[in-house]
């Protein structure tokens, strides 16, 4: 079976980082794989398995009006057309909304079963209103449409049941997942990781953390990831006083380890898709913390049990939340130990692969092994 992934982008982010995981678990189970990108290679931030073709639409001219926008759009969806007859998928499987809204016009007439997948709340990271009409014009289109989650999935009510999936993301192949969850609290350190974006409510997060630090001598908070927030989020910390207890680490190319040695991992977003980050800090052993935003951390986190809920963007209750894991050691080691157990039935990379190609076989009617592998 021949798979044609699309995705705007392979730079830093979740749904990017999803894409680089099941590329390398398809091509593991015996499917032929492409990544094709709207933008360049050169912006790649993920590197992709030997064996994975990787192709981009090439380069535009900068949009400097509306019509140079259109014409740009056009010139991406003849490329991407062009590149479907080229290769010829079982399966054109895309990401996120304009990278489905392509995938959809380019392969019209080709007899191609197209997969769509949404990696984020709708209702808060709608496109504009051009694409927002184009989105739920053409959505319907589709074979199927994947979303991470149940809150994300009912935003997409209006196709058939039996056109909708729920499939959350995988865990890499080689992810480490933590042998002795809950050993990091000697570190005194609370990370997060993400970018430094208003979605990811950084700014909540370091006003939660400065009424810990007030009562919690030697505790440091430790933000990893870029973004178009950082100037905002330094001035705030110089504005706090805390430029030696709140440190923006930039992005690393060693997250694992980083989260190995946290004492505890806090969620701060006032939305999400799913919450990838998550899923990882509970695999890596640390306890967790989320807000219960809309969509994602509710379906990963059992309150009390694998982590702690505390309500969406209220500084007060996830400063409390944090305390009370610094306070009941005994309770971060056990709900740490409890994550890890969940997170490796629910997320790990061959239990959601299989989803993903058992998906393909019913929406493409063949087997793993087509026609046009032969």
Not at 140 to 151: D, E, K, N, T
Request: include cysteine.
């Amino acid at each position: 079976m021949r798979i044609t992934i699309v995705i705007s982008s392979l730079s830093q982010g979740g749904a990017e980082r999803v894409v680089k995981n099941i590329s390398d678990g398809f091509l593991q189970k015996g499917l032929s794989v492409e990544v094709v990108t709207l933008t360049p290679l050169k912006k790649d931030f993920y590197t992709l398995r030997d064996g994975v073709a990787r192709h981009d639409l090439g380069e535009v001219k900068p949009s400097r009006s509306k019509l140079d926008s259109v014409l740009n759009n056009f010139i991406l969806l003849y490329r991407l057309r062009r590149s479907l007859k080229k290769s010829r998928p079982d399966i054109l499987l895309s990401f996120m909304p304009r990278a489905n809204i392509y995938s959809i016009m380019a392969s019209f007439f080709l007899n191609t079963p197209i997969v769509i997948s949404e990696r984020n709340n709708p209702e808060k990271n709608e496109p504009v209103f051009l694409w927002r009409c184009l989105r739920r014009f053409f959505y319907p289109y589709a074979s199927h449409i994947v979303s991470l989650c149940q809150g994300v999935d009912a935003h997409f009510n209006y196709m058939p049941s039996k056109k909708r999936s729920i499939i959350n993301p995988s865990l890499s192949e080689s992810f480490p997942f933590c042998d002795n969850p809950g050993q990091g609290g000697k570190s005194k350190t609370v990370v997060a990781m993400g970018r430094l974006v208003p979605q990811k409510g950084f700014d909540l997060l370091i006003e939660a953390f400065y009424e810990i630090s007030l009562k919690n001598p030697g505790w440091c908070l430790e933000i990893y990831g870029e973004g178009s927030e950082k100037d905002k989020l330094i001035a705030m910390i110089a504005e706090l006083e805390m430029e030696e207890r709140v440190l923006l680490k930039g992005l690393t190319d060693q997250p694992y380890e980083m989260l190995k040695e946290a004492s505890i991992f806090v969620f701060s977003s006032r939305w999400e898709g799913f919450g990838n980050a998550l899923v990882e800090a509970m695999g890596c052993g640390v306890p967790v913390i989320s807000y219960d935003c809309d969509y994602g951390p509710r379906e990963i986190i059992v309150d009390g049990s694998t982590g702690l809920l505390a309500k969406a963007s209220d500084v007060a209750d996830l400063s409390e939340k944090i305390q009370e894991i610094i306070d009941n050691p005994d309770l971060a080691s056990k709900m740490a130990k409890l994550a890890v157990e969940d997170v490796k039935d629910r997320f790990s990379h061959d239990v959601v692969i299989d989803q993903w190609i058992n998906l393909f076989v019913n929406v493409s009617g063949s087997s793993v092994v087509s026609e046009r592998n032969i």
